[in-house]
């Protein structure tokens, strides 16, 4: 297809978008992420979703989610990102002691 000067682009000569694929593998476990693909939309993600990641029936259940959706922390900034905040102690449970009779603790 020849684009004309002026002329709207065509949406055959965009890019199709990235998706992000996870794949639960087996039920009651979480899903994990598997990869990436190209896909016009959501419907079509799925289906080559399921092609590439379960071709061997090892999933249940396939999620994809456009990849410019997601959010992310920065891995250079892990530090201060997920330190404790100072003065909350009491949100790690280092301190407490076991109470006797109690099973399963």
Request: charged share 20%.
């Amino acid at each position: 297809m020849v684009e004309q000067p002026g002329s709207a682009v065509s949406a055959e000569s965009q890019p199709w978008p990235l998706w992000e694929v996870f794949v639960r593998s087996s039920r009651g476990l979480s899903h994990v992420h598997a990869g990436s693909l190209h896909a016009p939309d959501a419907s079509m993600a799925l289906r080559n979703a399921r092609d590439l990641y379960t071709r061997r029936n090892e999933g249940v259940s396939v999620w994809v989610c456009p990849a410019d959706a997601i959010s992310s922390s920065d891995p250079d900034s892990k530090g201060a990102f997920f330190e404790s905040p100072q003065g909350k102690d009491y949100r790690h449970a280092t301190y407490y002691t076991k109470s006797e009779g109690v099973k399963h603790l």
